[in-house]
């Protein structure tokens, strides 16, 4: 997983608003699967529920080639995966396990799934399957001589129907997003059930094979407990977009009010040597051409990007950093973890205008630290 990788910018807009024009199933055209992933995800920025807290799991936290992965960490909650109602009807023999397959590993028994996670240019590394039986028929070199055969399985997936199930604790859950890899057109697919009602659906009349298509959920995307992937034949699933309900707060201090030396005593970090790049260090790791000039905002003080002119991605910095400082301070509307990866997105995408004013209302909404705060103590 990304660990805490909220590729969703939270603004103050209606999700159905948002997502109500795409068909449940299909999105973009597939011709560039993995880059559309991101286009979808960065340049786009979705725009969800003010109250919804979101982050995409991708299973990169498990080591490729295990099975039956658990617990898997979703936005500070545990949520379990198995496999059930197995129908073996192609003599797969499979095994009935979650497999975690690595894509960046290549496989001539699997090779299917990592051109999918690796089409567009980009990897997406680790994604969850239905383990095969299939083994590697090398002995296994028993000490005692009992060289018959050996149990290690080849990295498969199988090609049966079976449903892989989540179970989370009870909570308002909504799945944005997923990424379906290696579905072709031949009348199998992977459906999607939350809580046990239809939700999304793979789109059978493309072929998706050796790549992936991004399945937007907009029918009974929320749910309590369950998801439910409904395979029916081989593929695997990736980037799950999930996120979460939660109360936000209704605190935020101006850029103007932290640049000022008297309240430098409720900064959480020290306002004399901190780097805007040392409290984004994601943002500042990706590729703009913005960070790579003489006037590289990472490289400024913390302070000196509350201060500095201009709109742009200056008038991002502004709020962003005072966005970060409000979040260790004040009941604030973003958790720090949020602002960080909003802040990346912007950066990454080159779209700072949508982050700068949501972070700008939230900072906006009316501070509660005193006017005289004093200098900095660690």
């Known amino acids: 997983m990304k660990a805490h990788r909220f590729w969703v910018v939270l603004l103050a807009a209606g999700l159905s608003a948002c997502i109500s024009d795409n068909p449940a199933g299909v999105t973009h055209d597939g011709s560039n699967p993995v880059g559309e992933l991101r286009a979808y995800q960065l340049d786009n920025l979705l725009v969800a529920d003010p109250e919804l807290q979101c982050e995409v799991v991708d299973f990169n936290e498990f080591a490729g080639g295990s099975l039956n992965p658990a617990p898997i960490n979703v936005l500070g909650e545990v949520a379990t995966v198995e496999i059930t109602g197995w129908v073996d009807s192609v003599s797969d023999c499979g095994t009935g396990d979650v497999l975690v397959f690595d894509t ?121 407990t369950t998801l439910d992937f409904l395979f029916d034949g081989s593929g695997a699933i990736d980037d799950l977009e999930i996120c979460k309900m939660i109360e936000r707060g209704g605190e935020g201090c101006t850029p103007g009010y932290w640049k000022q030396s008297q309240h430098f005593g409720s900064w959480s970090v020290n306002p004399y040597t901190t780097t805007f790049g040392d409290v984004f260090p994601a943002a500042c790791a990706v590729d703009n051409p913005e960070l790579k000039s003489g006037d590289n905002v990472c490289d400024v003080l913390l302070l000196e990007a509350l201060a500095a002119k201009g709109g742009g991605i200056n008038a991002l910095a502004r709020h962003a950093s005072a966005a970060w400082l409000n979040t260790a301070s004040v009941d604030y509307y973003y958790l720090q973890a949020e602002v960080e990866t909003m802040v990346a997105a912007a950066f990454e995408s080159g779209i700072y205008s949508l982050t700068k004013d949501a972070l700008a209302d939230a900072n906006e909404a009316g501070c509660p630290l005193a006017r005289d705060e004093g200098d900095w103590t660690p």
């Open 104 to 224: 960046g590993v290549p496989s001539s028994v699997d090779n299917d799934l990592v051109l999918a996670g690796n089409s567009g240019g980009l990897t997406l590394g680790n994604v969850l399957t239905h383990q095969s039986c299939e083994t590697d028929g090398v002995p296994n070199n028993d000490p005692n001589g009992n060289d018959a055969g050996d149990n290690t399985f080849i990295p498969n997936d199988a090609d049966v129907m079976d449903t892989m199930k989540f179970t989370f604790p009870a909570a308002d859950w909504t799945i944005m997003s997923f990424a379906a890899l290696d579905q072709e057109d031949d009348g199998e697919g992977i459906a999607l059930e939350t809580d046990g009602n239809p939700a999304a659906m793979t789109n059978g009349a493309v072929n998706f094979a050796d790549s992936v298509e991004i399945v937007i959920v907009n029918v009974n995307s929320s749910f309590s």
